[in-house]
């Protein structure tokens, strides 16, 4: 058995729709921009420049509708609802047309923002990390397999406190899924594990401690988290 000096960290893992089993999770790569009104809302060119991307920690997954606490150093945590995609089969150089071929399966996520940090950072031309990579700043829904899912349509809905905040159609997505995944696995090897987050539809705003936040992407499932 090995020896690690400090315990060596937990596996991450996203629970399965109907399933005891848990799909592991390596990385977790964020697109940004990747709907035009919300390119717009925040100030940008919504062009179909090439995607860019980020990414947060394995574990800064919050799953089983757990709740999420509120995070420190800000006054302004942002919702952003968006499709998640999970990679099951790795590659480099992925051809669009293989692409759907690497997703295990998809589930709804929020990708949540402390966007005053990320504002600064902007300004600066500092690194996003601390704005979008914090601890619990990645609340998922149960995966549901590939099979069966067409991931080029669909409604995707955010609901606070009831009232809906955002709602779009994944046809909207400005990088759809497959090229979104070809594009990824030229600038990295993807792996089994991998999960992708793939951008917001427009409508982000803040939310305050005693929120309800509840996401549902129509057909593949829902995400629910409590800010506390
Ligand atoms: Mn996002």
Known sequence: MTDYVVPPPAISAVPIMGSSQLFPVRRIFCVGRNYAEHAIEMGSDPTREPPFYFTKPADALVINDGDMP????????????ELVVAIGTGGVNIAVADALKHAWGYCAGLDMTRRDIQNEAK???RPWDMGKGFDHSAPMGALVPAAGIDPARGLIELKVNGKVVQSSDLSKLIWSVPEVISNLSHLVRLAPGDLIMTGTPEGVAAVVKGDLLE?????????????V
């Not at 509120?70 to 609802?81: A, D, N, T």
């Not at 129509?218 to 988290?225: E, K, L, S, Y």
Request: charged fraction near 20%; charge should be positive; aromatic fraction near 8%.
């Open 70 to 81: 509120y995070p420190s150093m800000s006054k302004s945590l942002h919702y952003e609802m």
């Open 123 to 125: 300004k600066t031309g």
């Open 215 to 227: 996401g549902v992407v129509a057909g593949v499932g829902t995400v629910r988290t409590r800010i």
